[in-house]
């Protein structure tokens, strides 16, 4: 495996890959990998390309600082998950070289307003724009490719994939199912600073998607999801029925194949989690 930090070098390795007739596969990372992260090297692998994995913590999506201090970096584990799970190149940007004039505001910010705007958009002020940022950045570095992420991120995936359709990118957007732990909790590097027992009351989000398996209205979906995480001792952010492209809730009228969204503070640690949802019309 090859380790990249400068812009340069990443920028001419994806170039030479492209001019002897491979694809290129990149798949975007904070770094403290796990297995959510491990499928993603291993989807983009078995793609056929040559796979460029990135490990950055951009300061810019972060909408409160300590969140970003106490952010868990862990390198010498990730250059082995990268290895072991079949990237062949690691590129470790600096923060000078990715946002030279941090934290003075940087100029140049991609918006996605609409799907952007709503749920993570609302609750975290500015995330979805230093997401865009970044992503837009690390897509013209690596030049045209396949970009997998994870539905874990549903709303993430959402608003690159409108990135690309607005800006004609040359980026074919890959998404990849979530990863879970046995008991249902989705894998997350923010999982660590769980109890016990908060752990057993984030299960309430995993539980509660579970719950809506069988087809129903959007208002019913929503009583239920409501009901299961009301009752698990958590600070439910939000609990909704959404178009999994613009995230406008749905009524009772639709019927198909749409997404719940969860998100939760377990004590004091913000867990998301979705799942698909089949609506049938009320009365039908
Ligand atoms: P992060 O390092 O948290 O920015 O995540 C990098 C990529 O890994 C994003 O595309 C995430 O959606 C994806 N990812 C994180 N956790 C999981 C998971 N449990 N299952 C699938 N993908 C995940």
Redesign the pocket.
């Known amino acids: 495996m090859e380790h990249v930090s400068d812009l340069g070098t990443w920028r001419s390795y994806a170039n030479e890959q492209r001019a002897s007739g491979r694809g290129v596969a990149l798949v975007?990372?904070?770094?403290a990998l796990h297995e959510?992260?491990a499928?993603?090297f291993r989807a983009a692998k078995a793609s056929g390309d040559v796979v460029i994995a990135t490990l950055f913590v951009n300061p810019r999506q972060f909408d409160n600082g300590d969140d970003l201090v106490s952010y868990p970096r862990t390198p010498e584990d990730d250059a082995l998950i990268a290895k072991e799970n079949g990237v062949d190149c690691l590129v470790v940007p600096t923060l000078e070289s990715m946002w030279p004039d941090y934290p003075h505001a940087t100029s140049t910010t991609v918006s996605v307003h609409g799907v952007g705007d709503l749920f993570e958009g609302a609750e975290r002020p500015g995330h979805f724009d230093g997401v865009a940022s970044v992503v837009a950045k690390l897509f013209i570095l690596t030049g045209p490719c396949r970009a997998f992420?994870?539905?874990?991120?549903f709303q993430?995936l959402a608003v690159v994939r409108q990135m690309v359709r607005d800006l004609a990118l040359e980026v074919q957007v890959v998404g990849?199912?979530?990863?879970r732990d046995p008991d249902g909790l989705?894998?997350?590097?923010r999982n660590r600073y769980l109890s016990p027992d908060a752990r057993r009351r984030a299960l309430s989000l995993s539980r509660a998607l579970a719950g809506v398996g069988n087809p129903d209205t959007a208002s019913n979906h929503r009583r239920h999801l409501r009901e299961v995480l009301d009752g698990a001792g958590i600070v439910t952010s939000y609990a909704e029925i959404v178009d999994p492209v613009t995230f406008e809730v749905c009524s009772d009228d639709e019927a198909g194949v749409r997404r719940a969204l969860v998100a939760a503070v377990v004590d004091g640690v913000r867990l998301i989690d979705n799942a698909a949802v089949t609506l049938v019309p009320r009365g039908a």
């Open positions: 975007p990372t904070m770094g959510g992260h499928a993603l992420f994870g539905e874990k991120d993430q990849c199912p979530i990863v989705a894998v997350s590097s």
